[in-house]
């Protein structure tokens, strides 16, 4: 039976209905009983991959699904108290790297540029055909390092923005790779390494969630809702390590 105020994801994340289950089961004489039992004291699962999880995940990731420990943000990978730190006005710096996550339409096809000290210094969002899409990209990318996602129909329009702007490059979203995306994204925002504008893209961070699966952690946004912006961020701020910052090239297959 699905409790009443449990829907959808939230079902399985944060402090729901079973954490105020466990929450009665601790208090003394209350005619409730809980313990909490971590994955670590399963003996069929080998510490190794117990400990190589310690290190792939982010802390309240593996805190919650190996150590039994719920999250204060619920499903959300950033952390709400770290999110809220980030948020500044637009940059008027220079733009150093951007990253573009590309739809047709229901998504958004959103450019995001990143300054030197990756604040958010330019961003854009739209719907339309892709002859506007290109279009758009190509007057807003100039000479600037770009990673875009290429993944399917991307593919083709990456190539093409290539031929005019050598330094644009592509991305392919796979879980493994949104994954390790998304996981440095986290850790930019624990640390302070990123800022964003109010508005619709700290929305979209404030609800993007994480599913965790025997294949890993799969990040998307919750149904009917969009992580477009999200990705770009993202996207902008592996350029910006990886190209911008070191001024090194960089092919992503």
């Not at 990978?77 to 590309?102: K, M, N």
Request: glycine share 10%; net charge negative; proline share 6%.
């Amino acid at each position: 039976m699905v409790p009443r105020d449990a829907e959808g994801p939230e079902l399985l994340k944060g402090r729901n209905f079973f954490h105020r289950c466990f929450e009665r089961g601790q208090i003394a004489d209350g005619g409730w009983r809980s313990w909490r039992l971590p994955t670590t004291t399963n003996p069929t699962i080998r510490e190794e991959e117990i400990e190589a999880a310690r290190q792939e995940l982010p802390k309240q990731v593996f805190e919650q699904e190996f150590l039994g420990i719920p999250a204060d943000d619920g499903g959300n990978p950033f952390g709400l108290d770290a999110i809220e730190r980030c948020v500044s006005d637009l940059s008027t710096d220079p733009v150093a790297a951007i990253g573009i996550d590309l739809a047709k339409s229901v998504d958004w096809t959103v450019v995001c540029g990143l300054d030197k000290d990756g604040r958010v210094a330019m961003l854009e969002r739209w719907q339309g055909p892709w002859a506007e899409t290109i279009r758009k990209i190509q007057n807003l990318i100039l000479e600037y390092p770009v990673l875009i996602d290429s993944t399917g129909v991307g593919d083709p329009i990456v190539e093409d923005l290539q031929r005019r702007h050598p330094r644009v490059e592509g991305f392919k979203f796979s879980q493994t790779s949104k994954q390790q995306l998304m996981e440095g994204l986290a850790t930019a925002f624990q640390v302070g390494k990123v800022s964003i504008p109010d508005g619709w893209l700290r929305t979209e961070c404030e609800t993007f969630e994480y599913q965790y699966t025997r294949t890993g952690v799969r990040y998307e946004a919750p149904g009917g809702m969009h992580d477009d912006g999200v990705c770009a961020l993202a996207l902008a701020l592996r350029c910006l390590d990886t190209k911008a910052r070191t001024g090194f090239d960089f092919r992503v297959l």
